[in-house]
């Protein structure tokens, strides 16, 4: 890479240069394509890092089996792609019991313009809606859950509807639909996952347990905000005194 930036091509093609090396190399790297492309020669910058490419690409292509798939801004690209990329990874539904009294029947993410999204930004609102059926012909008192974990699995929140306020949440026969609320996410970018819980509210166990109800991306929102630096972003101010 160094060699190629240093000859002054009028194209530069650089294929997964940030796939190697440490957080330092990958910064210059970022740092010598943004140089090349204000000195208006042509950077081809080839990569899964969506980060990067947001960062450093005005538009992009979207290249599926060798073939163009879409080409246009890059926000809206890298939107479709992980959008593309994560419904496809889904896990099919699977009731932990069969004969549960009540389930969940769907979950989806809905941003502050209450479009379905699976990727957002940092520090962007969101509500997370869910369905659940009660399958009975008499009203069910239940409790709701929800986990938020990193797609390694590490738990990073969980929360309910008793601890929420609501106790307990009543199901009528049929349908109802549940929405959590999150103001801020303040998340660091990547991928993340949630688990959504039911159980009777008088009773420990549990009536369903969907585990990885749903796979979600955070993007960054500038070169401020690394994948590397951590899971939670806190917003903090610095004084000298």
Known sequence: FAVAAHLEPEILLVDEVLAVGD???????????????????TVLFVSHNMDAVQRLCGRAVWLKDGVIT????????????????????????????????????????LNAYHREVRVLPVSSPL??????V????????????LDILTIQG????????????YHPIILRTGSTIIQWKINELR??????TLNLRLKDSRESRFMDFWEQAMTFEVIGSGEQISAKAGITYMPISLKII
């Open 23 to 41: 957080a330092a190399f990958q910064k210059k790297c970022l740092g010598k394509m943004g140089d090349v492309a204000k000195e208006g020669r």
């Open 70 to 109: 879409l080409v246009g801004k890059t926000r809206d690209i890298v939107s479709k792609y992980l959008e593309h990329t994560l419904s496809a990874g889904a896990k099919q539904r699977q009731l932990l019991n069969p004969n549960a009294l009540a389930y969940y029947k769907s979950v989806k993410m």
């Open 127 to 132: 509500a997370i809606e869910a369905s659940i």
């Open 134 to 145: 009660n399958m009975t012909r008499n009203s069910l008192n239940v409790q709701a859950g």
């Open 154 to 165: 590490v738990l990073i929140m969980n929360t309910n509807s008793q601890i929420l306020g």
């Open 187 to 192: 998340l660091m970018p990547g991928l993340y």
